[in-house]
Every structure is written in C-alpha cells, then in structure tokens.
C-alpha cells in the first residue's frame, strides 16, 4: 500500500501550494455542487457535502464561494450541471488505475483522459476492467515522526477505524467511508497533524515499478490530476519512497 499512501501524502501538500493559487477552487465548487445537488444543502445531514465543505475550508477557500456553490446544488442559483464519470485503464508496468472526474462535457473529458493515458504508456481500458482490484475506503495518513503513534492507534480505533499499520515513514489509518469523519475529526481533536485525509479507492494489491515505468506513471498521474475535470486518481503502484520522493520533487 506503500506506493498509494505515500503518493496521497505528496499530492496533499502539492494541493496545499495550488490552493493558494487557486487552481484547486475549481475542483472544490464540482464537488460541492454536486454533493449539494444529490444529497441537499444541509452538511450536518449529507455526509459527503460536509466533507467537500471542510476540505474546501481547509484550504482557504472563502465561505462566499463555498456557499454559492451549495446554492447551485441546490437549485437555489443558475449554475453548470456536473455528472459523474469513471474511467479505467492501465498506466505503465501494468499499473492499474481509476480516474474519477465531475464534466459538463463527457467527450472532452474522456478525450483528455485518453489522451495522457497514451502520452505516458498506459491504455484507457473497458469500465470494469480494474475497479474489481480497488475497495472504496477513507485514508488518513500521519508523518511517524514526532508522533505518539499508540495515541494516534487508540484514537483512531476508538473513533471506529478499521485499521492503523506502519508503511515506511507514515502510519496508515484506514477506516469505512462512513467513518472517515467521525476518525479525522477524532485525530484532529489532539493535535495530530494530517499529511492527507481522504475518500479513496484503496488498492487490494499492489504492482511494484521502477525506473522508466515509475518516471512515467508519476508523470501520467500529474497529467491526471492537473485536469479541471478530475477530482481523484486511484492507482495500485508500489514504488520505493525514496524514488517517488525524488521523482515528485
């Protein structure tokens, strides 16, 4: 799981520097829009609009935003209607991925998918081809150093995670999609600093790549998540931390 969970890590704090930008506002509206559309306006009784909502706030995007956006959802303002779309393929070294994205425009989005699949040596593959591999889970991950990781432990299996295991420098809490809330907000209440947290495809096994297969699958998954489109990348990669470090500098 090293490859998934390391990879969720740098990504975050990536996204940490592209929300002062605002490149990842974008993204944030999708999903609130469309978590408000399906499930109401209401973050104390829709669970995915309350995650959308704190991950948007902790990352400094202005309340006014946050609201218009719930407000689209909800039908309260004219706004672009977002479906949900799913693709799978195989990025290099047989790689197997999931890209979830929210468009106004299916065809330019799966061109575009298609089109960084091919660019870095994978395939978009058939729906169904790989998400059998992949279970839908909450990661939260936590740098070991400087932690008290039984605390960390009890918290989260207090809280009602699944599951808390070492993978090289961080410590994994795994929980139910249900739990994530519930789990984050419990590890927050004492300090922990979170390197990520999120709702993902968890990978059951793992490919492990290096060299060339590595530099173009960390390129793919960049190409991936810089799209407007896409709102998270799953893959199954296993690549030794000190060479996706280096190849994600």
Known sequence: MSGHSKWS??????AL?????????TKFIKEITVAARMGGGDVNANPRLRT????????????DNIERAIKKGTGELEGVTYEEVSYEGYGPGGVA??????????NRTVADVRSAFQKFGGNLGASGSVAWMFQKCGLITVERAGVD??????VALDAGADDVRE?????EVVTAPD????????????????????????P???????GKNAEHMVRLLEALEDHDDVQSVSSNMDIATEELERLSA
């Open 9 to 14: 890590s740098i990504k975050h704090k990536k």
């Open 17 to 25: 520097k592209d929300a002062r930008r605002g490149k990842l506002f």
């Open 52 to 63: 959308a909502v704190l991950t948007a706030r902790q990352n400094s995007m202005p309340t």
């Open 97 to 106: 991925i999931i890209v979830h994205a929210l468009t106004d425009n299916r």
């Open 149 to 154: 990781e039984d605390r960390v432990m009890e």
């Open 167 to 171: 993978s090289g420098d961080i410590l």
């Open 179 to 202: 739990r994530f809330d519930a789990v984050k907000t419990a590890l927050e209440k004492i300090g922990v600093a979170l390197a990520s947290a999120e709702v993902t495809m968890m």
């Open 204 to 210: 059951q096994s793992t490919v492990a790549i290096s």
